[in-house]
């Protein structure tokens, strides 16, 4: 059985970035034990001769033409509505901190 130490806990809550209680912490030791032991019995399971699964859908790469269509728009009465635009483009807020 996997045994993670209270330091195991709080190293990982750190890199996380969680604080955790006491109480917290006793328990995700637990819990996070029991689900290496899991991940440890999948480790066992003997996978010789058996390929990879990439995809299970049997579809491969699905796309469609692009059309473009013409709702017969105004585009001058459309930029009327906007907050702002500018040499006839949509002006947004910027986007990126």
Same mark, same amino acid.
């Given at each position: 059985?996997? @045994?993670?130490?209270? @330091?195991?806990?709080?190293?990982? &809550?750190?890199? &996380?970035?969680?604080?955790?209680? %006491? $109480? $917290?912490? &006793?328990?995700?030791?637990? $819990?996070?034990?029991?689900?290496? #032991?899991?991940?440890?019995?999948?480790?066992?399971?003997?996978?010789?001769?058996? $390929? %990879?699964?990439?995809?299970?859908?049997?579809?491969?790469?699905?796309?469609?033409? #692009?059309?473009?269509?013409?709702?017969?728009?105004?585009? @001058?009465?459309?930029?009327?509505?906007? %907050?702002?635009?500018? #040499?006839?483009?949509? @002006?947004?807020?910027?986007?990126? &901190?």
């Amino acid at each position: 059985m996997v @045994k993670l130490s209270q @330091k195991d806990i709080l190293k990982l &809550a750190n890199l &996380a970035q969680l604080k955790l209680t %006491p $109480e $917290e912490t &006793a328990e995700f030791s637990s $819990e996070l034990s029991l689900i290496l #032991d899991y991940v440890s019995q999948l480790d066992k399971v003997d996978v010789k001769g058996l $390929e %990879p699964t990439y995809q299970v859908t049997g579809l491969n790469n699905v796309t469609r033409e #692009d059309k473009k269509i013409d709702y017969k728009l105004d585009k @001058k009465l459309l930029m009327e509505n906007l %907050p702002s635009s500018k #040499d006839g483009q949509i @002006k947004v807020k910027r986007m990126i &901190a």
